[in-house]
């Protein structure tokens, strides 16, 4: 039995707390009524009662939490990444050294658990361009770091900018995978005016917000011209293995596209075979069956999306140990595949060992 890899699991370290308690505007923590209010999505900062936000525990910054959340789960190792919004909202003068501090700090985390957690670093991507390499190249030295974790914003202008070019191709040459996770969702009015707390923007926000991101990429000849850069999608991509159909042939059809030569060469089914990796954060049969069919029984990865969507109390007040939230995301795999060619096997960490070299 291959070991159990969770490649989606969030951490804020101490030194980004620290920052989050320091700041009045989002992101921030404010402690109201003695219980301390995480505001990290700007829809969050309505108002200044004790529902803005959510509440903030250890779970979110205390590595022991992590760790039993993980022995709960039967996890054996977990690849952690900073959550978002990372560093983007920092002043770029600022950026290039919290990046240094906070992927120092979670470096060392991990070294303290020797062989249960690796990491994914952060990006000053604030800073200049040159400061981004910089820290791509320092994160291929940290011994428990496997890649970047990096929000839809690119350096200001998405992940079609040409000015990305070099951190993709110094991505590429480092061997360092892209986690590429939303956070910025859609504009607010899409929701409409009704109240149905954060269901809209997380169900559907993030996974639009990703499904976007990494079609502009695609769109601007991203993988045309770095053929070998590994893009980890956060929630199975979104939508885009759904609609990579559509967006196939919207590009055939498009007058300008054509006349420019300015298509992608590279076909998108291609690009989800090669360039795209998958998590299984999907919560249904449905929806892992399709990012196997799409990228394949060996670019799908396990994930929980830890410390979010925690289980909530019971009427009896009793929270679970159990997280419904992991547990239906493994049923969604054994029923979609049992043990059909070790899939879920592989799912659940073969492919994460294999190809984040893992010991
Ligand atoms: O619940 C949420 O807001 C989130 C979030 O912000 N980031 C994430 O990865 N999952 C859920």
Same mark, same amino acid.
């Given at each position: 039995?291959?070991? *159990?890899?969770? =490649?989606?699991?969030? =951490?804020?370290?101490?030194?980004?707390?620290?920052?989050?308690?320091?700041?009045?505007?989002?992101? %921030?923590?404010?402690?109201?009524?003695?219980?301390?209010?995480?505001?990290?999505?700007?829809?969050?900062?309505? &108002?200044?009662?004790?529902?803005?936000?959510?509440?903030?525990?250890?779970? %979110?910054?205390?590595?022991?939490? #992590?760790?039993?959340?993980?022995?709960?789960?039967?996890?054996?190792?977990?690849?952690?990444?900073?959550?978002?919004?990372?560093?983007?909202?920092?002043?770029?003068?600022?950026?290039?050294?919290?990046?240094?501090?906070? &992927?120092?700090?979670?470096?060392?985390?991990?070294?303290?658990?020797?062989?249960?957690? %690796? !990491?994914?670093? !952060?990006?000053?991507?604030? !800073?200049? +361009?040159?400061?981004?390499?910089?820290?791509?190249?320092?994160? #291929?030295?940290? #011994?428990?770091?496997?890649?970047?974790?990096?929000?839809?914003?690119?350096? $200001? #202008?998405?992940?079609?900018?040409?000015?990305?070019?070099?951190?993709?191709?110094?991505?590429?040459?480092?061997?360092?995978?892209?986690?590429?996770?939303?956070?910025?969702?859609?504009?607010?009015? *899409?929701? $409409?005016?009704?109240?149905?707390?954060?269901?809209?923007?997380?169900?559907?926000?993030?996974?639009?917000?990703?499904?976007?991101?990494?079609?502009?990429?695609?769109?601007?000849? +991203?993988?045309?011209?770095?053929?070998?850069?590994?893009?980890?999608?956060?929630?199975?991509?979104?939508? =885009?293995?759904?609609?990579?159909?559509?967006?196939?042939?919207?590009?055939?059809?498009?007058?300008?596209?054509?006349?420019?030569?300015?298509?992608?060469?590279?076909?998108?089914?291609?690009?989800?075979?090669?360039?795209?990796?998958?998590?299984?954060?999907?919560?249904?049969?449905?929806?892992?069956?399709?990012?196997?069919? +799409?990228?394949?029984?060996?670019?799908?990865?396990?994930?929980?999306?830890?410390?979010?969507?925690?289980?909530?109390?019971?009427?009896? $007040?009793?929270?679970?140990?159990?997280?419904?939230?992991?547990?239906? &995301?493994?049923?969604?795999?054994?029923? !979609?595949?049992?043990?059909?060619?070790?899939?879920?096997?592989?799912?659940?960490? $073969?492919?994460?060992?294999?190809?984040?070299?893992?010991?």
């Amino acid at each position: 039995m291959s070991k *159990v890899v969770d =490649i989606h699991t969030h =951490i804020y370290p101490p030194s980004y707390i620290r920052l989050l308690r320091s700041r009045q505007t989002v992101p %921030y923590i404010r402690t109201i009524d003695a219980s301390d209010r995480l505001v990290i999505l700007p829809s969050e900062d309505t &108002n200044a009662s004790t529902s803005i936000g959510r509440p903030i525990g250890p779970e %979110y910054y205390d590595i022991s939490h #992590k760790l039993k959340f993980m022995d709960v789960h039967n996890i054996d190792i977990s690849i952690l990444s900073l959550a978002n919004p990372w560093l983007d909202f920092l002043p770029s003068d600022e950026a290039a050294k919290t990046a240094r501090e906070v &992927n120092d700090d979670i470096d060392k985390l991990c070294g303290e658990r020797n062989g249960r957690l %690796y !990491a994914f670093g !952060a990006l000053p991507l604030s !800073a200049s +361009v040159e400061e981004v390499c910089a820290e791509v190249e320092r994160l #291929k030295e940290l #011994k428990w770091m496997r890649g970047v974790v990096m929000g839809t914003g690119g350096i $200001g #202008k998405g992940l079609d900018d040409e000015r990305l070019d070099k951190v993709w191709g110094i991505l590429e040459e480092t061997g360092q995978t892209v986690f590429l996770h939303p956070h910025y969702g859609l504009p607010s009015e *899409v929701w $409409g005016e009704k109240e149905y707390g954060h269901v809209l923007p997380l169900a559907l926000g993030f996974p639009l917000e990703t499904t976007i991101a990494i079609s502009r990429m695609y769109l601007a000849g +991203v993988f045309d011209r770095y053929p070998r850069l590994q893009v980890l999608l956060a929630h199975s991509g979104g939508t =885009i293995p759904f609609l990579a159909g559509r967006l196939e042939s919207c590009i055939e059809h498009d007058a300008h596209l054509q006349k420019e030569g300015a298509a992608p060469r590279k076909s998108i089914w291609d690009v989800l075979k090669r360039n795209i990796l998958l998590d299984a954060v999907v919560y249904s049969e449905f929806g892992v069956k399709t990012a196997v069919q +799409v990228s394949g029984g060996d670019r799908v990865l396990f994930g929980t999306d830890n410390p979010f969507f925690p289980p909530l109390a019971g009427d009896d $007040g009793a929270v679970p140990d159990e997280w419904k939230s992991v547990t239906t &995301n493994v049923a969604a795999l054994q029923n !979609a595949f049992g043990t059909l060619d070790g899939l879920t096997e592989k799912i659940l960490g $073969g492919n994460a060992v294999r190809i984040f070299n893992l010991a």
